[in-house]
């Protein structure tokens, strides 16, 4: 997973480069079905008894469960990216990166990383609201003390 350029940080990449790495959402969402399909493929295995070694089966429960946790996370990190909340560029992998779009291309929804305006911009929001409820949270002096 790639991540994100911080301001000020170094990189052999310019700003030119960051944008025309945009995240294909039909690559993520089809990666998360090839997860979900070798979950599928471990239980069949299983039900089947066509493992390779009864020591296979006792680990298919345990694989599968972690397989579809991960599956899980990372669909709560796509909603997030989607929703707003999070950066695409915490996204990016070699599988999802996809440029702008071309004449011809499928059609998809493609992700572009924040700028780092966009980064500091959150940042600064999201501490405005972590300092007010902090300010809620203090407790009020008691009347007449």
């Not at 790639?2 to 052999?12: C, D, F, R, V, W």
């Not at 929804?109 to 609201?129: D, H, I």
């Amino acid at each position: 997973m790639a991540e994100p350029s911080l301001p000020g940080a170094t990189s052999a990449e310019s700003p030119t480069d960051e944008a025309e790495q945009l995240v294909s959402l039909a690559a993520e969402l089809c990666r998360l079905g090839d997860a979900v399909n070798a979950a599928v493929l471990l239980i069949e295995a299983l039900t089947q008894k066509s493992l390779p070694a009864p020591k296979a089966a006792e680990q298919v429960h345990a694989a599968v469960g972690a397989v579809l946790e991960l599956v899980q996370a990372r669909l709560d990190q796509v909603r997030r990216v989607v929703s707003g909340v999070e950066d695409p560029a915490t996204i990016l992998s070699p599988t999802n990166k996809t440029g702008e779009p071309q004449p011809g291309d499928d059609p998809d929804v493609r992700l572009r990383p924040w700028t780092a305006e966009r980064r500091t911009a959150y940042r600064a929001q999201q501490k405005v609201a972590t300092d007010r409820n902090e300010e809620r949270e203090k407790p009020t002096p008691a009347r007449g003390s």
